[in-house]
């Protein structure tokens, strides 16, 4: 974009690599001493933990960090949580503030003993709305999917990767289609469990019913929402889901579990139903419930989309963090004077 420089360092990699990582750690260290900046503002854990701590050694005024998702949490190893825990509370003490996505995420952290509460601040992911608050009915994309003009549809924007809930919704669609025989399942994004997905359709005999839609280039993402009736979200670990936020601005309700920042956007009864994790006969109900009510999902996703836009616009989230950065960089100057 025009007026915002990239600078990319290839010594700063997602994979954990203690030569690779002591040399983007330098790689910072030099970059925030050449460029003298005012403020960092760091997201991810390992880029999180190598940025601050570089940044405080080069003396920028106010760091800062982003909590998006927890390193550590119930599905990995004991001593590997010992370990994030340990990394996390070691970065947290050279950094001003912390923000996090969803409060949930605040909550997990302080329960970890990784900053004190009065560290943290929830600032909510701002988006671009404009596309999903004006996406319409596309005939078009609908018979390009398979998708008959009057069926139902279910949708799930996510990665086909594991904790994700695809095999969740899948096994719930045969409760679904017996009480709402019109219904289509719509699943935007591809991974590595594809084959496995597909074939768990075939065997539960709902293949025609399952339409697998790839990868879909970010802008379009709101065409497809605007194909759904209802929103699925069943991650197992998730900051704070943007597909379902994405789905309500679009005007349609969500159906996910009560996890993590999930329940901050999916109101139970008010934007959506929220289901007890990995009951399939609860998602079923939920669903069923939904797609046989036009007027309730009317009205949940009216209530959704309202609730979005106060929350979620990225001139939001801008402004709060501007008005930091500014009180932030001022307080530790003249601290140092």
């Avoid at 954990?16 to 260290?29: C, E, I, M």
């Avoid at 080069?58 to 340990?86: C, M, W």
């Avoid at 969740?168 to 496995?196: M, Q």
């Avoid at 669903?287 to 036009?294: A, F, G, I």
Wanted: aromatic content about 6%; proline content about 5%.
């Amino acid at each position: 974009p025009e007026g915002l420089e990239v600078i990319v360092l290839p010594e700063l990699r997602r994979e954990l690599s203690p030569p690779a990582d002591w040399r983007a750690y330098r790689a910072l260290l030099r970059l925030f001493r050449e460029r003298h900046f005012s403020v960092v503002h760091t997201h991810a854990s390992k880029a999180g933990i190598l940025g601050r701590i570089a940044a405080r050694r080069a003396g920028v005024p106010f760091v800062v960090h982003t909590v998006h998702g927890q390193a550590f949490h119930a599905y990995q190893s004991a001593l590997v949580n010992r370990l994030y825990i340990a990394a996390e509370r070691w970065a947290a003490r050279h950094c001003d503030r912390i923000y996090a996505v969803a409060q949930a995420m605040i909550e997990q952290c302080v329960e970890a003993g990784v900053a004190p509460r009065e560290k943290y601040q929830v600032v909510y992911s701002g988006m671009d709305l404009d596309c999903y608050l004006n996406a319409q009915r596309d005939v078009t994309l609908r018979a390009e999917l398979g998708i008959p003009t009057e069926a139902l549809v279910v949708g799930k924007i996510a990665r086909l990767f594991e904790l994700k809930g695809h095999e969740d919704l899948l096994a719930a669609a045969p409760k679904v289609l017996a009480a709402v025989p019109n219904t289509y399942f719509l699943l935007v994004g591809d991974g590595i469990l594809r084959e496995a997905l597909v074939a768990q359709a075939e065997a539960l005999g709902i293949r025609d019913r399952v339409i697998f839609a790839g990868l879909v280039p970010p802008r379009d993402i709101c065409r497809y929402t605007a194909q759904m009736d209802v929103l699925v979200h069943l991650s197992l670990r998730e900051g704070l889901p943007r597909a379902v936020v994405q789905g309500l601005a679009t005007g349609i309700p969500a159906v996910a579990y009560p996890l993590d920042g999930t329940p901050e956007v999916v109101l139970d009864g008010e934007t959506g139903r929220l289901c007890p994790v990995r009951q399939i006969d609860a998602i079923a109900a939920a669903l069923t419930e939904l797609l046989l009510d036009p007027d309730k999902r009317r009205a949940l996703g009216q209530r959704g989309r309202a609730e979005v836009r106060k929350r979620f616009a990225w001139q939001q989230m801008a402004d709060i963090l501007e008005d930091e950065y500014k009180r932030g960089v001022a307080a530790r100057l003249s601290a140092r004077n």
